[in-house]
Each structure stands twice: as structure tokens, then as C-alpha cells.
T-cell receptor, first 115, second 116 residues
Framework: AQSVTQLGSHVSVSEGALVLLRCNYS??????LFWYVQYPNQGLQLLLK??????LVKGINGFEAEFKKSETSFHLTKPSAHMSDAAEYFC?????????????FGTGTLLAVQP | EPEVTQTPSHQVTQMGQEVILRCVPI?????FYWYRQILGQKVEFLVS????????KSEIFDDQFSVERPDGSNFTLKIRSTKLEDSAMYFC??????????????FGPGTRLTVT
């Protein structure tokens, strides 16, 4: 069965600093991986997804993630944090062992951006 | 841009009461999902629905839960007799016709259910 682990439930960075949110996956088959973001009082919005086409995936709002099979990781990065990036970020893997491609989520990382 | 909507945003109910959480998926989507997140825990899959029937359900989705697409636009989650442990944020999601692996699921803003 597939699973994801997010290291760090809270991450705080200064505005302009590098953002690094960690996600490790466990999967017996080639995984399909996602990063979602949730802004306060809003739904989960897809930032980017990895579906085996390219290991470096670029998403919205300047975020990107690199799939590293050797490290079973799919960390999310952004070179320079903005105040508007403050939100909760969820890593997820598509579990296609069942009848539908349900998502298996990590516990989330709350990103705070300090001025 | 089309979006998934959910009502109410917050529902408070007493233990043992029935609640219905409502969702309006994106209009041309055919696959629908409910997930929940208990405070401080992971977002968990509850159930998927396609062609007017449940495609898959998790262990959480016991006989107290049911889903329905009553009128071609709404997608509802009913909890027959709520328990304290049902307190959580409930997310509805939908995806495009094929529902293929890696296909994006669009999420609503969630309904926060508080059972007292």
C-alpha cells in the first residue's frame, strides 16, 4: 500500500528565504505524487503533480518539486518565500490499488512566513 | 473558474443526531469523493462514487455513513447517528470523466463538523 510522510508539522521562514517542505513516500509501484495547498478557509488546491513524465516538476506560484527515487522523496521548494505563501501544504500519493484513484495524504505542514 | 462548493461551512450537532453535508461538484465531472480530516491528523479517504454507486469505501465508512447524488448536481454525505469521534473537517472532491490514475481531484473548502 502507498503512503506519504511529511517531516515537520510547522515550518517558519523569513520572507525572501528558501522554502523546503519535505515529503517521503512509500510505494511498491511507481507512484503518482501530488502537492496540495490549503489557504485559510479555502479548499485544497493542487500545486503540482508527478506522473513519471519528468523528475523535476514545476507548479503554480513558483513552487517546484523533485522526484528522487533513490531517496523516495518528493520535496517541495520555492527559492524565495512571499507572505502570501503562508498556508498548509499537503503531500499526497495516488493509491490505484483499489477501484478508484483515491489520494493518500500526509499530515500536512503549516508554513509561516515572517516579515 | 469552476469550483467545488460545500455547505454548510460549519455544522454543530448533538451526539446521536443525523447530519447531511452537501457538495456541488464541478458540472462535467463524473467521479466524486469524500475525505475527512480529524484535527491534527491526516486527510483520510472515506468513499468514492461513480455512475450513481459507490466505487470504493474505506474502513471508516461504516453503516452510519451514506452518500447520494439526489438530483444530478448535489453530492451528499449523510451520517445517521453522529458520534463525538465524527468531529472533523469533511472535504468533497471531484475529478474528470476518466478518473484515471494521476488525474487531478478538485477539492471543496470543507465542512467543519463539530459533534457535542
Amino acid at each position: 500500500a502507498q503512503s506519504v510522510t511529511q517531516l515537520g508539522s510547522h515550518v517558519s521562514v523569513s520572507e525572501g528565504a528558501l522554502v523546503l517542505l519535505r515529503c517521503n513516500y512509500s510505494s511498491s509501484v511507481p507512484p503518482y505524487l501530488f502537492w496540495y495547498v490549503q489557504y485559510p478557509n479555502q479548499g485544497l488546491q493542487l500545486l503540482l503533480k508527478y506522473t513519471s513524465a519528468a523528475t523535476l516538476v514545476k507548479g503554480i506560484n513558483g513552487f517546484e518539486a523533485e522526484f528522487k527515487k533513490s531517496e523516495t522523496s518528493f520535496h517541495l521548494t520555492k527559492p524565495s518565500a512571499h507572505m502570501s505563501d503562508a498556508a498548509e501544504y499537503f503531500c499526497a500519493v495516488s493509491d490505484y490499488g483499489g477501484a478508484t484513484n483515491k489520494l493518500i495524504f500526509g499530515t500536512g505542514t503549516l508554513l509561516a512566513v515572517q516579515p | 473558474e469552476p469550483e467545488v462548493t460545500q455547505t454548510p461551512s460549519h455544522q454543530v450537532t448533538q451526539m446521536g443526531q443525523e447530519v447531511i453535508l452537501r457538495c456541488v461538484p464541478i458540472s462535467n465531472h463524473l467521479y466524486f469523493y469524500w475525505y475527512r480530516q480529524i484535527l491534527g491528523q491526516k486527510v483520510e479517504f472515506l468513499v468514492s462514487f461513480y455512475n450513481n454507486e459507490i466505487s470504493e469505501k474505506s474502513e471508516i465508512f461504516d453503516d452510519q455513513f451514506s452518500v447520494e447524488r439526489p438530483d444530478g448536481s448535489n453530492f451528499t454525505l449523510k451520517i445517521r447517528s453522529t458520534k463525538l469521534e465524527d468531529s472533523a473537517m469533511y472535504f468533497c472532491a471531484s475529478s474528470e470523466a476518466e478518473g484515471t490514475v494521476g488525474n487531478e481531484q478538485y477539492f471543496g473548502p470543507g465542512t467543519r463538523l463539530t459533534v457535542t
